[in-house]
């Protein structure tokens, strides 16, 4: 089945077609490790799993290599350290592991490979010492600067002129810039600041160098996939594209990156998050409070390139959801599944462009197939679908827990109360005693539980 994917350079849905299908390479911009993340940090990186896992599928789990790096030196961290009064590495180290430790509770699974900014100081001085070379960075004042009309075609990917790039970009307007668009490479470092020696003075590297640098360093180019939030088209990755074309002489973006993914944005009640109208939501707290699953429904709730609204009616129906799901699978726990292959609507939902709301349809009726099989007694049905569910909830990082753990400590000792109150109705009822069976029926209903008789007895499910 093939692979579809938006490019947001070529502005439409392309087969993916790897350069080696033995290694597919997929880059995703990671967090700055300055504080905890906040829940629209979490998205790129649910989003980016599924497609890793989806991958995995189709080309092996040895065939692909992926990368999520991490900013370890930036001016919010510096500024963090030098609260604190503690060397950077304390800071990032500390909210690094925080980041993984949240990104476990959603079952992502940690990248192949993890490329840090201060490790790797020498590519990117090499890098910038190549575009100084091929005539597309210059030096002044003790800063290299991209030259952006070394590359025609600058703005490509962002579908920006020059003029619209210059509003609201992320770059200096300062007097040793050739042209107010050229961007940073590479800077001196204030007093006080982490700083490296290379051949323009001591300093350290600009914002979008790094990625250019790590990118070639570690997994070659040009890459398969390049991946990020909406947020980063322009001006990171508009900047990535041209530093890491101009380095080899190239003049195709093609060159760097074949496919670009961008997910769309994330509002919190209607409005985007700031501190300043104090709605930003920190995963780490949100995780705490809820299941990691929870969380990671919500966000694959809607295609990844569309804008998500994040509130409590959001969290609260995809508790709902997994509650039915993880139901269905806790009456269906004494029947092994016979099938570990996902069934053809889920893998045709999810190779379209990673159309999560189609699969997770799908997940819906599967569970509700096992329902009615439940019922039926048909024990083969149950298998099949159950198995299915079970694989295609794999390829999404949900229901990856015990069901029974899934509700909850006191779980175990409900299902002891219930299953006590349904043999003593089965008891009434072989009697014919109906009113102490409506009694039953009623302590039952009291509890939350709703009976479903079907021809190998009673089961049961929480009615929330």
Known sequence: MTLYL????????????????????????????????HIGNARPPVVFDVLVRLLRRTYGTGAVLYARNVTDVDDKINAKAAREGVPIGEVTARYEAAYLAD???LNVAPPDLAPHVTDHIPAIIAQIEALVVAGAAYAAEGHVLFDVAAYPAYGALSGRNLEDMIAGARVEVAPYKRNPHDFVLWKPSKVDEPSWESPWGAGRPGWHIECSAMIEARLGLPIDIHGGGIDLVFPHHENEIAQGVCAHGHDSPEAYARYWMHNGFLTVDAEKMSKSIGNVLLLHDLVQSMPGEVVRWALLSAHYRQPLDWNPGLLEQSRKNL????????????????????????LKALNDDLNTPGALATLFALSSEIERAMTAGDHGMVARAKGELQAAAGLLGVLQSDPDAWFGGADAE?????????????AARTARDWPAADRIRDRLNALDVVVMDGPDGATWRRRS
């Open 103 to 105: 990104m476990a509770q």
């Open 323 to 346: 509650d039915r799901l993880y139901g269905a699978l806790h009456r269906a726990a004494a029947v092994p599944a016979s099938t570990d292959e996902p069934p053809a609507e889920f």
């Open 414 to 426: 409900l299902k002891a109360e219930v299953e006590a109150l349904l043999a003593e109705r089965q």
């Open 6 to 37: 938006h490019d947001t350079l070529s502005r439409r849905k392309r087969a993916f077609t790897p350069r080696d299908p033995n290694r597919v390479t997929l880059y995703v911009c990671g967090p700055t490790v300055y504080d905890y993340a």
